[in-house]
């Protein structure tokens, strides 16, 4: 029962922090779309997606969550985590929390990333500096 009352109780503000969760994602996946150090990013709000047509006609908004990674050596994933402090590493995803995984998939390793609630200038900035010291 105490499960429930809780999950009833957040449910109230649910809406209102989907569309935070959205609006972040969208804002973070478009400067790490221009960003130089930046390989790749993978999420359905920009054009670029193969499946942006599609999540267009479909989605209200296209989620809080994004995948990407960074150019270079493998090993510079670890320095770019070290360098987050915005950014949580965690094992799983899902929170107000903006948080960071390296994940794999396939055989290829990359950033799995469940933006929260914060401010997007502020998580920006984090990932701008963790990216630039990468250099």
């Not at 109230?12 to 221009?34: D, G, I, K, S, Y």
């Not at 790749?40 to 990407?68: C, D, K, T």
Request: net charge negative.
């Amino acid at each position: 029962p105490f499960n429930a009352w809780q999950i009833m109780r957040g449910s109230a503000t649910l809406p209102l922090r989907m569309e935070r969760h959205c609006a972040n994602a969208q804002r973070v996946a478009e400067f790490l779309a221009e960003h130089p150090a930046v390989a790749w990013v993978r999420y359905p709000g920009l054009q670029s997606h193969p499946q942006y047509e599609i999540a267009r006609r479909q989605m209200l908004a296209f989620s809080g969550m994004l995948n990407f990674d960074i150019k270079g050596a493998p090993e510079q994933r670890s320095k770019f985590l070290e360098q987050l402090r915005l950014f949580t590493h965690a094992t799983c995803l899902g929170h107000d929390e903006s948080l960071i995984m390296v994940y794999e998939w396939q055989g290829e390793r990359f950033f799995r990333v469940s933006i929260g609630l914060e401010d997007a200038e502020d998580l920006i900035a984090d990932l701008d500096q963790a990216l630039r010291a990468l250099d």
